[in-house]
């Protein structure tokens, strides 16, 4: 059955006829209205299913009837009853209809089964999303997403559906956005460096040493600079030369953290990319951690459908990323 709502006026149903190929076709609102007044033998029925008026379906009728040139109703006692051209005729178009209606779906499935392109930048991609995409896949099976690493803006002319940016750039008005969580920095080291690297007061505490080997990098080089601008005034706040000897200079973020792990150093640490290493003792964050005043996003060229992969997905994200 096709009841899809094609509108609730008169004006909307317009006898102008199609052309296939060289054959000339009553128009396709026109035939719907036929189709359903034969199939349920009524012009009030069909004009419930259709959402239209009876007039409209009785002027839509009748324009296919003109169209053709003859009569396809029988009309007597408030009913209807297709006569010999209305058969034939509603064979055809039912048929028709049914197998429009088949592509449709299989249009609408193609595109539910499409795999989901997500952009995401390489440090959160490596350290804290694929160690718990095997999650997402089993909560949701029937969402497939192909996993690309990148940063900065987006080509949505690509094909790139989605992408999980943090908002140190301006991506556009344009660019649908939804936050995921604020972003957390504070230092981090090799457990076995601490001592090495960090005193600590009678009171507990812990302030870095000015001779500990700072871990930058040029993909986040103000990351010194933004924590150092956040920290709160009851810890010891740094000043360091960026050109120092002491200092290792990384062409990439994750390579810096990387490298605080092996005990080369301090580097700046993102709570949520640091988490797993935190949990299993192999890293320390011995100031805790502050915002920087930036958050993740995940981004979109349109906003999507409630119920969509990509609401799934987004909700999914939101869930596990604002988690303690």
Known sequence: MISQDIGDSDSQIEATPAQVGAQRLPSLLALRCFEAAARLESFSRAADE?????????????????????????????????????????????????????????????????ALLLSCEPTLLMRWLIPRWGEFQAQHPDITVHLVAGGGAVDWGSGMDLAIRRNDFDWGRSTHAVPLCAEQIGPVCQPQKLARFFDQGLDGRYALRSDAPLLQSKTRAHAWDDWQKNTSNRQERLVYQAQAASNLIFEHFYLSLQAAGAGLGVAMGPQLLVRDELEAGRLLAPLGFVADGSQYCLLASAAWAPGSAQQKLCDWLLQRMREA
């Open 50 to 114: 259709l959402h239209l008026t009876h007039g409209a379906v009785s002027r839509a009728v009748r324009s296919v009837e003109e169209e053709l040139g003859t009569p396809l109703f029988e009309r007597r006692n408030r009913r209807v009853f297709l006569n010999d051209h209305g058969r034939v005729l509603f064979e055809g178009v039912h048929a028709g209809l049914a197998q429009m209606a088949r592509a449709a779906d299989a249009v609408r499935q193609r595109v539910a089964r499409r």
